[in-house]
């Protein structure tokens, strides 16, 4: 009896942990939103429908977003949401999702970031914006 207990628990953390923790990829912005990724706030308000190639990690338990899309975002839509930094006011994450996120944008990497355009938004969120590439990063850390 106690060995099923054991292993009851054991999976339940195990199952919880899947639930608290997400990663997804979706081709456009119909496809988040069919996901249910738009309406559950986890895709901002000011991303643009015409957003392609949309990846996004979130972790419910810790607080933290990571979100990555091709395309751009106007910057009369972001001013709206988010006000600029400068490079060295930007709280970088430890680390990000591994295969898409780049390491310019992690605490441990040194060369790079000045390639970024840079804003905090109200939500507590850091865009990053790569606007040679047309690529947009966002990340939220725990508070």
Known sequence: MVRL??????????SCDWIESKESHYADM??????GEISRGWIPAFVPESAMEIWLKYDV?????????HGMVDRPTILNACHGL???????????????W?????????????????????????????RIKAQ??????SK
Do not use: H
Not at 5 to 14: G, N, P, Q, Y
Not at 61 to 69: A, G, I, M
Not at 103 to 108: E, G, N
């Open 136 to 141: 947009v990063f966002l990340w939220k850390l």
């Open 5 to 14: 207990l054991v292993t009851l628990m054991a999976l339940l953390s195990v």
């Open 30 to 35: 119909k496809a988040a939103a069919e996901a």
């Open 61 to 69: 338990e810790n607080n933290r977003t990571w979100l990555s899309f």
């Open 86 to 100: 400068t490079t060295k006011d930007v709280n970088y994450p430890s680390s990000g999702p591994r295969g898409w």
């Open 102 to 130: 780049p390491d310019a944008l992690t605490l441990a990497s040194k060369e790079g970031k000045a390639e970024f355009e840079y804003y905090t938004c109200k939500d507590g969120e850091t865009l990053a914006i790569d």
